[in-house]
T-cell receptor, first 116, second 116 residues
């Protein structure tokens, strides 16, 4: 079975540009998570969805960040305008509900984002 | 806010040595998951423990969940170079309908380097 698929794997762009990260969760999973990972702050939860509905976006750093999940098989994380401090590895993960947070999360391989 | 503190942050040992990584919190979790992450990849689940006092073994890895479900440990016996990586603990839980339901709280991680 295909795992969580993220694209692009690498993105290098200049400050001020719009960046869109994409994620395809595992088919049948009803939770989708967006994380950001840096050496300084570790793995931070940005936002998560249940059945395509955003549940908790308290981790989104500021209004420049937005996330959507138009259907069960696709989600985007957008940064506009991007800044150098947004440079990080962004992960998407999905899980199957039931016992909620007790379920394992399946991660994609991440998007390494560099803002110059 | 639930927090998980992992220690040590860095661990550098020789092949064949034993080691223990700790994960502590003041909060109670319904489950505790351990993940391992290799460079360029997303975290991969190693084990989930759900019962206070539970001990699970995965070959040379032993995982324990504290009796009060606030802490956990990972013990590796006779470490091998292939054990090198970032180890993350994550606490799950929350009541259905609550804002924490469905999500995990991750520790900062332990970077383990095993030298030949």
């Amino acid at each position: 079975d295909a795992g969580v698929i993220q694209s692009p794997r690498h993105e290098v762009t200049e400050m001020g540009q719009e960046v869109t990260l994409r994620c395809k969760p595992i088919s049948g999973h009803d939770y989708l998570f967006w994380y950001r990972q840096t050496m300084m702050r570790g793995l931070e939860l940005l936002i998560y969805f249940n059945n395509n509905v955003p549940i908790d976006d308290s981790g989104m750093p500021e209004d420049r960040f937005s996330a959507k999940m138009p259907n069960a098989s696709f989600s985007t994380l957008k940064i506009q305008p991007s800044e150098p401090r947004d440079s990080a590895v962004y992960f998407c993960a999905s899980s199957l509900g039931g016992r909620g947070g007790d379920q394992p999360q399946h991660f994609g391989d991440g998007t390494r984002l560099s803002i110059l | 806010t639930q927090l998980l503190e992992q220690s040590p942050q860095f661990l550098s040992i020789q092949e064949g040595e034993n080691l223990t990584v700790y994960c502590n919190s003041s909060s109670v979790f319904s489950s505790l998951q351990w993940y391992r992450q290799e460079p360029g990849e997303g975290p991969v689940l190693l084990v989930t423990v759900v019962t206070g006092g539970e001990v699970k073994k995965l070959k040379r890895l032993t995982f324990q969940f504290g009796d009060a479900r606030k802490d956990s440990s990972l013990h590796i016996t006779a470490a091998q170079t292939g054990d090198t990586g970032l180890y993350l603990c994550a606490g799950g839980g929350g009541n259905a309908g609550g804002t924490s339901y469905g999500k995990l709280t991750f520790g900062q991680g332990t970077i383990l380097t095993v030298h030949p």
